[in-house]
């Protein structure tokens, strides 16, 4: 497994996440690696604590066994609106059919919807009846194959009346849209703190943020990290991806990229909220953004989606994800086709094959540093460079620094990089990653600098500890991973 694992991450360019199933097991998630998957995704809109961290322990073993560069990433729940459990897990619902709408709350949470009533976890009445929500006139289930028009709505007996456009068979926890919906609920709750803190306390390089709608959602959990490193004395950074995927992110668009480390274009939500013919335009418009800016852009929501039922994707299908990676985006993702389809790895092998056979064409160009970088990994060594290699007495006299702390490269970096290139027919590079190296994995092009180290030198991480050069001096942090800082 592991010559066919480094094998696809030399020569594949745009990455792939997969959503991991509440049950999950190892052998399940090699299968994954296996087929091309470079980041796992954890959605807690499902599953429990447990069950998330059974998923993150047999990934980081699958990690520490084969010495591969997989990351992980948390997909918060958000301020998001859903639907209950149904009798008999679904109910179907005829055009024309009236329904009526209802608050769970803690005290009604075992109440069971059905094709009369629907029990949503927030109280809708209360929020539609504010002159903020006055235009609002439908409700959207199941990413909009459910729509409803509103009749009637009762703030003190906390319900609405609605009367279905269409036909469509609701299953349990539906997402709930409700465009121009001005929600007021707080971005931040206890939920979303819990969440936040399993990501930080397992060390989890990606945090996907769900419905973000200014650049104010994103400070907030900065600063709950900040919170986080006070209280439990070590530090750990996760890049914050907030999703695209309500009018609101739409319009602030701008602001919220230039506070965070990437986007998730989420084109479930987002084409509900919005006109779907609009998306197209907007995705490929944010993945330049994100390219020119340096900054992650992952497309997702029904990339295969017919594969969750069917071994083989419609053509359309394998246009979209060509499409997106034409454009230029650093990742492309499977939500249900990988979390709880029929045929799970078919859908990633399906992925990983159309990302590889169209890599070729000129989506995008690697910086100067990249490039820089993939010619002192690939490039053939000499016999006499290859003892030095095996040799852990042999003291390297170059050390490439790569500085990823905010993904940004430093005018130091790049002076030492610079004396690199003037030693580097000569004598052996060791290449250390600042902070945590997985943080570069989703990016378009990234290479795995860890297995550089690991398969082009032999020092363990102990001998270089004790290596000093270039001034500047190694260490591990409280949850073993490499950091670099400037030698006092």
Same mark, same amino acid.
């Given at each position: 497994m592991e010559k066919l694992i480094k094998k696809d991450l030399k020569i594949r360019q745009t990455k792939l996440i997969a959503t991991l199933g509440i049950t999950s097991e190892?052998?399940?998630?090699?299968?994954?690696?296996?087929?091309?998957?470079?980041?796992?995704?954890?959605?807690?809109?499902?599953?429990?604590?447990?069950?998330?961290?059974?998923?993150?322990?047999?990934?980081?073993e699958i990690i520490e066994e084969y010495n591969l560069p997989i990351s992980l990433m948390v997909d918060t729940r958000?301020?998001?609106?859903?639907?209950?459990?149904?009798?008999?897990?679904?109910?179907?619902?005829?055009?024309?059919?009236?329904?009526?709408?209802?608050?769970?709350?803690?005290?009604?949470?075992?109440?069971? %919807?059905?094709?009369?009533?629907?029990?949503v976890n927030v109280n809708l009445p209360k929020i539609l009846a504010t002159p903020e929500n006055s235009k609002v006139t439908k409700i959207l289930l199941d990413d909009g194959q459910l729509i409803f028009k509103i009749i009637k709505i009762n703030k003190q007996e906390e319900n609405i009346k609605a009367k279905a456009l269409n036909s469509w068979t609701i299953t349990n926890y539906r997402g709930v849209n409700i465009p121009n919906l001005n929600n007021p609920m707080n971005f931040l709750n206890e939920y979303e703190k819990t969440t936040i803190k399993f990501a930080y306390l397992n060390c989890i390089e990606y945090i996907a943020l769900s419905f973000v709608s200014k650049k104010e959602d994103v400070s907030k959990v900065e600063n709950y990290l900040v919170e986080l490193e006070k209280e439990f004395k070590f530090h750990w950074k996760p890049k914050l991806i907030p999703k695209i995927e309500n009018n609101l992110a739409v319009t602030n668009f701008n602001e919220i990229l230039e506070n965070t480390s990437g986007i998730m274009i989420a084109r479930g939500d987002l084409a509900v909220e919005i006109p779907y013919e609009e998306t197209p335009r907007l995705e490929k418009r944010w993945i330049k953004e994100c390219a020119k800016k340096g900054k992650i852009s992952i497309v997702a929501t029904q990339m295969l989606q017919s594969m969750v039922n069917n071994p083989t994707p419609t053509r359309a299908e394998v246009t979209?994800?060509?499409?997106?990676q034409y454009w230029g985006a650093d990742s492309t993702m499977l939500s249900g086709e990988s979390a709880n389809g029929n045929f799970p790895f078919k859908a990633v092998k399906t992925m990983n094959r159309?990302?590889?056979?169209?890599?070729?064409?000129?989506?995008?160009?690697? %910086?100067?540093?990249?490039?820089?970088?993939?010619?002192?990994?690939?490039?053939?060594? %000499?016999?006499?460079?290859?003892?030095?290699?095996?040799?852990?007495?042999?003291?390297?006299?170059?050390?490439?620094?790569?500085?990823?702390?905010?993904?940004?490269?430093?005018?130091?970096v790049e002076e030492l990089i610079n004396r690199i290139e003037l030693v580097a027919k000569s004598r052996i590079l060791l290449i250390i990653v600042r902070s945590n190296f997985k943080h570069l994995l989703e990016h378009w092009g990234a290479r795995s600098?860890?297995?550089?180290?690991?398969?082009?030198?032999?020092?363990?991480?102990?001998?270089?500890?004790?290596?000093?050069?270039?001034?500047?001096?190694?260490?591990?942090?409280?949850?073993?991973?490499?950091?670099?800082?400037?030698?006092?």
């Amino acid at each position: 497994m592991e010559k066919l694992i480094k094998k696809d991450l030399k020569i594949r360019q745009t990455k792939l996440i997969a959503t991991l199933g509440i049950t999950s097991e190892k052998k399940d998630l090699i299968k994954f690696i296996e087929e091309g998957v470079t980041c796992f995704r954890l959605n807690f809109s499902h599953g429990t604590l447990e069950s998330h961290q059974k998923n993150v322990d047999n990934t980081r073993e699958i990690i520490e066994e084969y010495n591969l560069p997989i990351s992980l990433m948390v997909d918060t729940r958000g301020p998001e609106i859903r639907t209950g459990n149904f009798i008999d897990g679904e109910a179907r619902i005829l055009e024309g059919k009236e329904v009526t709408f209802r608050f769970l709350s803690p005290e009604k949470k075992d109440a069971l %919807s059905s094709d009369k009533e629907i029990w949503v976890n927030v109280n809708l009445p209360k929020i539609l009846a504010t002159p903020e929500n006055s235009k609002v006139t439908k409700i959207l289930l199941d990413d909009g194959q459910l729509i409803f028009k509103i009749i009637k709505i009762n703030k003190q007996e906390e319900n609405i009346k609605a009367k279905a456009l269409n036909s469509w068979t609701i299953t349990n926890y539906r997402g709930v849209n409700i465009p121009n919906l001005n929600n007021p609920m707080n971005f931040l709750n206890e939920y979303e703190k819990t969440t936040i803190k399993f990501a930080y306390l397992n060390c989890i390089e990606y945090i996907a943020l769900s419905f973000v709608s200014k650049k104010e959602d994103v400070s907030k959990v900065e600063n709950y990290l900040v919170e986080l490193e006070k209280e439990f004395k070590f530090h750990w950074k996760p890049k914050l991806i907030p999703k695209i995927e309500n009018n609101l992110a739409v319009t602030n668009f701008n602001e919220i990229l230039e506070n965070t480390s990437g986007i998730m274009i989420a084109r479930g939500d987002l084409a509900v909220e919005i006109p779907y013919e609009e998306t197209p335009r907007l995705e490929k418009r944010w993945i330049k953004e994100c390219a020119k800016k340096g900054k992650i852009s992952i497309v997702a929501t029904q990339m295969l989606q017919s594969m969750v039922n069917n071994p083989t994707p419609t053509r359309a299908e394998v246009t979209d994800v060509f499409i997106a990676q034409y454009w230029g985006a650093d990742s492309t993702m499977l939500s249900g086709e990988s979390a709880n389809g029929n045929f799970p790895f078919k859908a990633v092998k399906t992925m990983n094959r159309i990302l590889r056979n169209n890599q070729n064409l000129p989506q995008r160009t690697k %910086s100067g540093m990249i490039k820089i970088i993939d010619e002192l990994l690939l490039r053939e060594w %000499s016999d006499t460079e290859k003892k030095k290699i095996d040799s852990p007495s042999d003291k390297p006299i170059a050390l490439l620094v790569v500085n990823i702390v905010d993904q940004r490269w430093t005018s130091e970096v790049e002076e030492l990089i610079n004396r690199i290139e003037l030693v580097a027919k000569s004598r052996i590079l060791l290449i250390i990653v600042r902070s945590n190296f997985k943080h570069l994995l989703e990016h378009w092009g990234a290479r795995s600098l860890l297995w550089a180290i690991h398969s082009q030198t032999k020092w363990s991480e102990e001998s270089i500890l004790t290596k000093q050069t270039n001034s500047y001096w190694l260490n591990i942090d409280c949850k073993n991973k490499l950091i670099l800082s400037k030698k006092k």
